[in-house]
């Protein structure tokens, strides 16, 4: 089977980029999954430039692995988040969407995987539902609901376009994939019902990275003191994820006198936009660079416990990760694991984070808990790479069959 999909820069052989977030991880371990089975994978990754042309230039192979660059002139993305009427997509991308059916015509895949939501996979999807591919699309999140953070950046008619453009996958693609019935529900309530015969629920996979680490011991805090700890916290530079708490957090275990250190994998970008925010972030939390997923493990053995406190998350990895560590994560009511949370009896690491100082009180009382062993045997087993590729695959097959009928 042709795998037809859009990809992601550090997946590329021979790149130095480190990946940021998880539909990239994603992709890099779900293609070596499906080339080690005789599938062809075929990334497409967006770039600009300066031509007034889009072109597809294939830029790296490596076995059942081939990797494009889709050019799309740098002239074109920004003013349609800017548009001053509403317009048609469609038209207003109808170059682009002419030259990747050029390309898809040329690479013939039997089926188009979108692994998330973006301006660049609307066209794919557009493109491939022209030339009568199946596809098949993961809802890694709710466009809608991040673009309500940076709504400034878009016009109203931009970003109706956006929104439109986000509904047209539900009539679209064969078959539409979620993370968890948290995500499901949530994109049915806020963007559009999914046909139950086109919906799955597929959960993400763990890095074997963690599954190997898994086997070494970590020792829990059961009978500490919940003084002198670490927390920790994984997560992207983005308004979503809701950095402003984790400073309230750290600030307020100050406040306390809590000789409590707190430590963030992320980037901040050097701007000058919201600088004092990012000095005082820097000042009361130690900032660790991004790292590859194989060296997360040395990280989460260097924290007692993790926080999550996003303001929507569909199924951040970082959960999963730390458990399988035997590290246990607070997180918010819109970090989709809720749901998972709540059936292995973990409400009390669900909270809002409003609160700085009712968020220090759960925490110096849940780090004295056990890690909930429960919780980490059903992470091994739901969500093991094997099981979860392939029912991705099966995914596919479905998705061929529901568009031959």
Known sequence: MKILSNEYRSNVPGESAIAHGGPANFASAF????????????GVIQSGHDSEKTSVTKISNAGKKTYFACRLPNDRM????Q???????SVYFSEEIDALRRFIRKV???????????????????????????????????ARVEFEQYRHLYSRAGMDSMLRMERDIVGT???????NAYSRDAFSKIVATVPKKSSRVIPLPYSEAFARDASRRNRGLAGKDANGIVIGCVARWDRIKNHKALLSLAR???RLGLPWKFKSVTNIPETK???????????????VAPMEQSELPTFYRSVDALVLPSHFDVSPTVVMEAALLRKATLISPGVGWNSEYREYGLENWIMDFSDPGK????????????????FREMIRTRHAPRTIFSAYLKAFEDARRLNRE
């Not at 293609?31 to 075929?42: C, E, K, N, V």
């Not at 013939?108 to 794919?124: A, E, K, M, T």
């Open 31 to 42: 293609s070596d999954f499906a080339a080690g089975r005789g599938h062809d994978w075929i």
């Open 78 to 81: 920004i003013p349609f988040l």
């Open 83 to 89: 548009l001053r009427r509403k317009q048609d997509s």
């Open 108 to 142: 013939q895949p039997d089926v188009l995987f979108l692994n998330g939501y973006s301006v660049f996979s609307w066209i794919l999807l557009q493109a491939a539902s022209e030339e009568g591919v199946p596809i098949v699309n993961q809802h890694a999140g709710i």
């Open 173 to 179: 693609a064969s078959v539409q994939i979620f993370l």
């Open 252 to 254: 307020e275990a100050r």
């Open 273 to 287: 936009f919201a600088a004092r925010f990012k000095a005082a972030y820097r000042r009361e939390i130690e900032v």
């Open 359 to 374: 968020v220090v009180r759960r925490l110096r009382r849940l780090l004295r808990e056990p890690p909930a062993s429960r």
